[in-house]
């Protein structure tokens, strides 16, 4: 069997738009044939939900997510094309399984795009103190703050966080066989979490 490389991973993701553990799967299937790995997404239908990533998404429900105990809540709203794919069972599970993800989940922000710049810069200053002060070398610094950047992003971006449901997959990956299943794009807009006391 080939090797996998993360740069095949990406460039595969880079070309089709699909989640980064799809194009991993797409190439062991594959056996590192890139164009076989190509025609495996298309046909699942992944790389089709990339493209309506594009088109406007103008429809959809606010839901709500409260816990039980009634201490912890969660308003999100997600968005479609049409009124007629928002009342869908599909469209309607996944809001669900997004706001029940962010009570559980707590992310700061929908993206990484999101998070406040000055506020990164300063947790890359505070990642590069740590690694050398811990006697790591010079030249392997930045490599360890890119790290421990990208694990802090999946820790905080939704988007980036492993699904509470289903830990192998990420909500970004979720939501492209979402959009793939019901055949719109579908963004999450915004969200507002709540807990008594905080």
Known sequence: MADITA?????LRDKTGAGMMDCKKALQEAEGDFDKAVELLRKKGIAKAA???EREANE??????????SKLGVLVEINCETDFVAKTEDFQN???NVAMHIAASNPLAIKREDLDSE???????????????????EHIVDKIVEG??????SEVCLLEQPYVKDPDKTVKELLVETIA??????TIKRFARFRIGE
């Not at 959809?60 to 105990?69: E, R």
């Not at 506020?119 to 070398?137: D, H, M, N, T, V």
């Not at 421990?148 to 992003?153: A, D, G, I, N, S």
């Open 7 to 11: 740069s095949m991973v990406k460039e």
């Open 148 to 153: 421990r950047l990208e694990k802090y992003y």
């Open 119 to 137: 506020f990164i810069r300063k947790e890359k200053e505070i990642f590069k103190e740590q690694a050398l002060s811990s006697g790591k070398p």
């Open 181 to 186: 299943k019901v055949g719109e794009n579908i």
């Open 51 to 53: 493209k309506r990533a």
């Open 60 to 69: 959809g429900v606010v839901t709500a997510y409260i816990h039980p105990g």
């Open 94 to 96: 996944f809001a669900k």
